[in-house]
């Protein structure tokens, strides 16, 4: 189980870097700052997934819940949001240090 938690850490920190790269390169040279939203990122590269998914939690749900909670999570930029679960799997998947106890 450990070690399925760091493989998914490993690969949400490498979106994250692909993320971050992203938004560097299309900042360009001008000196302007792009952050991209993951709805935005999620839109560009599945956009009929994005239709779907916001599609089924409106109709699971109340649309408010897309609204004030999916919609205000997804406009936190890709590599912030990749890179804080990336390092909550980490943290979860460590290897912990063995205690021994014993009683007398």
Known sequence: MLALLRF???????????????????SGPAGRTV?????????????????????????????????YGVGQILRVPTWGLFGLLGLVLAYAGRRRKRVNVFAN
Request: hydrophobic fraction near 50%.
């Open 8 to 26: 998914l850490a490993a690969c949400c920190l490498l979106i994250a870097v692909f993320a971050a790269v992203d938004d560097y390169t299309r």
């Open 35 to 67: 952050v991209t939203a993951t709805a935005e990122h999620w839109e560009r590269i599945a956009p009929t997934s994005f239709k779907q998914a916001r599609a089924s939690v409106e109709r699971s749900t109340h649309p408010l819940v897309w609204s």
